[in-house]
């Protein structure tokens, strides 16, 4: 019996449910805070700068700059879009949860709304295409001499490349990977390199994710690009194109360097032979099947 006299009715006292309301959003907040500062300082320094670039690794090129500023700034406007329309969709649901006569009063056409939901995604898609105009230009420019120049063959299923700098009086030397070796691709650090893209095959791609780009290999055409390496090191490259049984082979290696390295590095492939045009690997310049020179 209540202490009010009535049999199986226990009396609370009165705002005792809302009182543990807000002991519920402090512990839920407070659980979060804690969450959060276990997982940003759980992490390494390398994964919190990944987190900075939302994902991208650490560019090695004078063109991932306008890669980057792209990324993160179309990152930013869908965060800023998206908190915009969350917030008034809740707004929305909170404010008008029931009908009453605070409720605004419905019609049919409201012609001030028609036209800024209207012209809203243009002016969106309009500022996305221009700054994807501006950073593509400038990703794709190509300088009148370049420093160097490789020919880059995608064949199945390996790389070579042909280097035309002229080493001990030879004009060029190659160097080709095999499935089981994968080829090695070396660049000077802070010289400006001009790439021509070529298949006998298959379409294929040539990616380089710390360059930020990547360009189709396609049959019967050249594609081109040019970049300058900023950073010395060693990237993991490969064909982002599915080109048949073995795709998942054809990887490489980019190991950046300095000029005299990599002045060694031709001589040695000069001495081994591997001079002229790309004569080493297996179908690097014939269509299999075909007889005859692509």
């Known amino acids: 019996m209540g202490s009010n006299g009535t049999p199986g009715v226990e009396e609370r006292p009165a705002g005792s449910a809302g009182a543990t309301r807000p002991a519920k959003r402090r512990l839920l907040v407070g659980s979060a805070v804690v969450l959060g500062t276990l997982l940003l300082t759980g992490c390494s320094t390398a994964t919190t700068e990944q987190w900075k670039r939302l994902g991208l690794p650490e560019g090695a090129t004078d063109r991932t700059e306008a890669i980057r500023s792209l990324w993160i700034g179309a990152w930013i406007a869908a965060l800023i879009i998206g908190v915009m329309v969350w917030g008034l969709i ?27 939901y209207t012209l809203a995604p243009f002016a969106i898609i309009g500022v996305l295409f221009f700054y994807t105009v501006e ?49 090695t691709l070396w660049l000077p650090v802070n010289e400006s390199v001009h790439f021509d893209l070529t298949s006998p095959d298959v379409i294929h791609s040539f990616w ?3 360059f930020y780009f990547k360009l189709d290999v396609i049959p019967g055409k050249t594609n081109k690009f040019e970049l300058t390496p900023t950073k010395t090191g060693t990237f993991a490259g490969k064909c982002a194109e599915l080109c048949g049984l073995y795709h998942s082979r054809m990887v490489f290696t980019v190991k950046v360097v300095d000029r005299a390295e990599y002045d060694a590095h031709l001589r040695e492939l000069a001495a081994k032979g591997q001079t002229g045009a790309a004569t080493g690997g297996a179908d690097a310049t014939t269509i299999p099947g075909t007889g005859g020179e692509k």
């Open 208 to 210: 380089v994710p710390s």
């Open 135 to 183: 950073h593509g230009n400038q990703v794709t420019k190509m300088d009148a001499n370049p420093q160097h120049t490789v020919n880059v063959v995608g064949q199945q299923w390996q790389w070579t490349f042909n280097y035309k700098d002229t080493v001990d009086g030879q004009q060029g030397v190659w160097e080709t990977g095999t499935m089981d070796k994968p080829a």
């Open 90 to 116: 809740l707004w929305v649901v909170v404010r008008y949860r029931k009908r009453n006569d605070d409720a605004p009063r419905q019609v049919r056409y409201n012609l001030p709304l028609e036209v800024l």
